[in-house]
């Protein structure tokens, strides 16, 4: 009798950042079944053998190559396929190449029957994420983008380290665009349950440039890898595999991805970088945090900004 997997992810790109996320998704036990589909299908069957031999060391998990009717049954479809980002490129320069790269995509997941969630990586993974859901006529909640919750993570990492502080311990968001019009929410920053303003003086001149300073390596970090070793892999793999498991475990987790806007914020029809609960279902709740006068600024900007790139891209 063979028993139905459950938790069953089908890994779309088995590139850099697929192959890690699929390493991730191993080590950490969450996924059931993983099934790798690529173009270059001898990459996706030597990824699934290699990550095979390593189930001695982890928990129980189904590893195998595979195409899109695989998709049929997988609870999420995780793309992290398209074009990269190459030194001197922004991450919106990608547009026009990787949506039509992912029309191809969704419109061969969808017609293998799949019903469940979309997790994006790819970038723009904001415009990406919109086309995604446009594409694939699933409702909102289930089309989900990695959005900010890398940089968020990069913020935490530096700021702990500024205060030696176990990164766990801070609580900070990075919201907007994942790419250069993204804003730091440093009116909602924590280090433990202490607020930042009671910790250090905000209107310190000199503070104010070293939080101006954090803040741009965490919108630079991109780059400054990009140009050391060609592409950026292991943290976002790591974002997409936390994501997973919001999902799979039904956390209702608060995490900062790409999610739909539909009046929130003042903003409508535009997938960006917010805090949003996540559970079984996708995006359970995008989070409103009351922003002050420089943050919504900062908000409305890169809004527009995406608003017109998409204007362009889909008209």
Not at 187 to 201: C, K, M, N, R, V
Not at 283 to 292: F, H, T
Request: charged share 25%; aromatic share 8%.
């Amino acid at each position: 009798m063979t028993i139905k997997c459950t938790n069953k992810v089908a890994l779309i790109g088995t590139g850099f950042v697929g192959s890690s996320y699929a390493f991730a998704l191993l080590n950490q036990g969450i996924a059931h079944e993983l099934v790798l589909i690529d173009m270059n299908k001898d990459k996706a069957d030597g990824d699934a053998r290699d990550l095979s031999h390593g189930l001695a060391f982890a928990s129980p998990m189904k590893i195998h190559a595979g195409d899109y009717s695989d998709c049929q049954d997988a609870d999420l479809v995780v793309i992290t396929a398209g074009a990269n980002q190459k030194p001197g490129e922004t991450r919106l320069d990608l547009v026009e190449k990787n949506i039509k790269i992912f029309k191809g995509i969704v419109d061969e997941v969808m017609a293998s029957g799949f019903n469940g969630i979309f997790l994006v990586a790819t970038n723009p993974v904001d415009i990406l994420t919109y086309a995604t859901w446009k594409f694939s006529g699933l409702p909102k909640e289930r089309v989900i983008g990695s959005g900010t919750i890398l940089d968020t993570a990069r913020l935490r990492y530096l700021v702990g380290e500024h205060f030696d502080i176990d990164t766990r311990n801070i609580h900070a968001y990075i919201m907007g665009e994942h790419g250069d019009t993204e804003f730091p929410v440093w009116s909602h920053t924590t280090i433990g349950a202490s607020h930042l303003s009671e910790l250090i003086d905000m209107e310190n001149e000199d503070i104010q440039n070293k939080l101006d300073e954090i803040f741009l390596n965490v919108r630079d970090a991109a780059y400054h890898i990009i140009e050391r070793k060609g592409a950026t892999y292991y943290g976002i793999a790591m974002g997409l595999a936390r994501i997973t498991r919001a999902i799979f475990n039904n956390e209702n987790s608060i995490l900062t991805v790409s999610s739909l806007l539909q009046g929130e914020y003042g903003q409508d029809d535009v997938y960006i970088g917010v805090p949003a609960i996540i559970n079984r279902e996708g995006v359970r709740k995008v989070v409103e945090l009351p922003l002050n006068e420089k943050e919504r600024q900062q908000f409305e900007h890169s809004s527009g900004t995406l608003k017109k790139v998409m204007e362009n891209a889909f008209s």
